[in-house]
């Protein structure tokens, strides 16, 4: 415990302050070419005629298109056995706008910009989605082949499900149920240093790769797969990151880089422009949820029923992940004992969206405690006090049924309440996480508790 | 043209229009000074110009020929750091560190400036520069700190010892 309480110099902290930290754009390789995306201009096309010659035709200009893949489809997810979704370059259909479709690699920036500027393609625009709540319609635009949504949870699922006790007796008995909906928007997560790559192809058949990545081993995988070469011919230089927050999770710009550095055998950069960065990197997605509880007249919560629909955008990438952490979430930080909760991974015509500060967490967090305010409310209860009632103590069950051994909630609300200063009556303000008892365990909760010693 | 860049006369060999901030990274491979936005929207690029503050991505290097330019290299070393420099490693003021030369160099300019320790002062002083990470509070901390004069011991204490000069927990 040298650690805890000492003043600890951050690691790089002199390094920052005198200019000498070594972000990707700041590595000098001489003899780098500049790399540009030629993208796609809709939202939902196919695409014919994609013709590259007159860039090719340039002087330096290397061009990779998706014929230039060895794997074009690999998903971040695939090394879990999921099926991908997403080529690394667009290929008869684009379904975002800004998705990438050929990339140049050429001597400066400027020529990069002009050999991008003489590709042409030919796009049937077709109509876009982007409301979800419109992608199960009968009529709604087809993003992809099988369908609008996400179809390979467990047992091949088109939904990620959770069922505990029983929800319709739940809903039965309630007194009143308090329903809401709950739809944060998609954010951008607007790093100072956009996403950035150099490769440089070395004289032993490597490739070293210097990238802004915050998940180094994920990016290797994912390159190495497209490429279909060993994880030993790619050295992959990391750990500075100039922002990210979530938004360089993705693999976004070393695999391209790659295969132009082995295409052209020279040193090539790639550093995404302000407007490519908001205009074509994902986003943290936006949310519909739908809550609907069983509440009794005195404040406790018997049921839930939720619905949530999970905008991926135009390609799944992590969103089957963040959509099962939502779910095991959706109870926030309360005890439910009967629950039914359905979410489906969604996809729109939007840019692909993934994780941001909390993945898939957040937006249920912002619903729940947003409805729990509702139901006090409705109820006329002191919302501090529903919120105490209702909380996780040690040996009630997750909705995945899993025993709290050290629950947090009932000293976070009695710190939040002192901090603001809202007096509780001396029943609420002497409460601890220890196991329910007496008035705190009715009827309806025995059955969920489960033995935090057996977890 | 010529630049005096850190205290160094330095002939320019790009173009007239080619920006301060291709210069100093391409040309003359001094990076502290970053290309976040490339329009003058985020403050990453900013360096002094004869003392004062500027987007060096918005500045054509011929607008400024003869001039006097001062980049976080130019403040101070690891081993001799400037007040600032000092204070913004002491008050934990960088995280990732992406926009930190640009806060520093607004800083400098600040204080330069005769500024103070007045918070709002400072918000206005670094208005035009975005940060991501921290929330500004260390950073305005480490300017407060500067402009009142304060020294910084930046060794590592012991545990349970130190906690209580930290940015933003006072």
Excluded at chain 1, 283 to 297: F, G, I, L, Y
Excluded at chain 1, 368 to 394: Q, V, W, Y
Excluded at chain 2, 9 to 29: K, M, Q
Aim: charged share 20%; aromatic share 6%; proline share 5%.
């Amino acid at each position: 415990m040298k650690a805890v309480g000492a003043r600890v110099p951050r690691y790089d902290g002199i390094a920052h302050a005198t200019g000498r930290t070594v972000f990707v754009d700041d590595v000098r390789i001489p003899g780098t070419l500049w790399v540009k995306a030629f993208r796609s201009p809709v939202h939902n096309a196919m695409m014919t005629n994609l013709d590259t010659s007159k860039a090719e035709a340039m002087k330096g200009v290397h061009v990779i298109t998706s014929e230039s893949v060895p794997l074009l489809e690999y998903g971040h997810l695939s090394a879990l056995g999921i099926p991908a979704d997403e080529p690394l370059l667009a290929k008869d259909e684009v379904r975002y706008l800004g998705q990438p479709i050929a990339v140049v690699a050429a001597p400066s920036e400027e020529a990069a910009m002009a050999a991008v500027a003489a590709i042409t393609a030919d796009f049937e625009e077709q109509p876009a989605l982007f409301d979800v709540r419109k992608a199960f319609d009968a009529d709604a635009p087809v993003i992809h082949d099988k369908g609008n949504w996400y179809t390979h949870f467990e047992d091949e699922m088109d939904r990620r499900q959770i069922r505990k006790g029983n929800i319709e007796e739940a809903f039965d008995r309630a007194d009143l149920i308090v329903q809401g909906v709950y739809r944060p928007a998609a954010i951008e997560h607007a790093p100072i240093e956009t996403q950035v790559c150099q490769v440089v192809p070395e004289a032993n058949g490597r490739l070293t790769i210097y990238s802004c990545t915050q998940a180094l081993y994920f990016s290797m995988g994912v390159v190495a797969a497209h490429l279909q070469l060993p994880l030993n011919k790619l050295k992959v230089v990391g750990g500075t990151v100039g922002g990210g927050f979530g938004g360089k999770v993705d693999t976004a710009t070393e695999t391209m880089c790659a295969l132009l550095a082995q295409k052209s055998g020279k040193p090539v950069k790639w550093r995404w422009t302000r407007e490519e960065e908001f205009l074509c990197s994902s986003t943290r997605a936006p949310w519909h949820m739908e809550v609907a509880d069983a509440v009794t007249k005195d404040g406790w919560i018997l049921g839930r029923k939720m619905l949530t629909l999970h905008d991926a955008g135009a390609y799944s990438r992590f969103s089957p992940y963040g959509l099962t952490k939502h779910s095991f979430h959706h109870t926030g930080a309360y005890s439910i004992p009967n629950l039914e909760f359905n979410g489906y991974v969604v996809y729109t015509n939007r840019t692909p969206t993934t994780a941001m500060r909390g993945f898939g967490v957040t937006s249920v967090s912002f619903a729940t405690e947003t409805h729990m305010s509702r139901i006090a409310l409705e109820l006329g209860i002191d919302p501090f006090e529903l919120r105490l009632k209702n909380a996780n103590r040690i040996g009630d069950t997750s909705p995945n049924q899993i025993p709290y051994t050290d629950p947090s909630t009932v000293p976070t609300i009695l710190a939040i309440a002192d901090a603001v200063g809202h007096d509780l009556t001396p029943e609420y303000a002497g409460m601890t996480p220890a196991p329910r008892s007496g008035d705190l365990l009715p009827e309806h909760l025995v059955g969920q508790l489960g033995n935090p010693e057996a977890h | 043209m010529n630049l005096t860049v850190n205290g160094v006369d330095t002939t320019i060999e790009s173009g007239p229009l080619t920006s301060l901030l291709d210069v100093l990274r391409e040309e003359l491979g001094i990076t502290s000074a970053k290309a976040g936005c490339e329009q003058g929207g985020c403050g990453a690029c900013t360096v002094l110009v004869n003392g004062a503050s500027r987007r060096s991505c918005l500045t054509p290097v011929a607008s400024i020929d003869g001039a006097a330019v001062t980049t976080v290299e130019g403040l101070g070393s690891p081993e001799h750091m400037s007040p600032v420099q000092q204070a913004f490693t002491h008050h934990y003021a960088a995280q990732c560190g992406f926009c930190t030369s640009g806060m520093m160099m607004a800083a400098q300019a600040y204080i330069e400036g005769g500024g103070s320790d007045d918070h709002e002062a400072i918000q206005e002083a670094l208005g035009g520069h975005v940060c991501r990470c921290t929330g500004y509070v260390k950073i305005i901390d480490a300017v407060a700190a500067v402009a009142r004069g304060e020294s910084f011991d930046l060794s590592v204490t012991a545990a349970g010892t130190a906690m209580t000069n930290i940015g933003g927990m006072a």
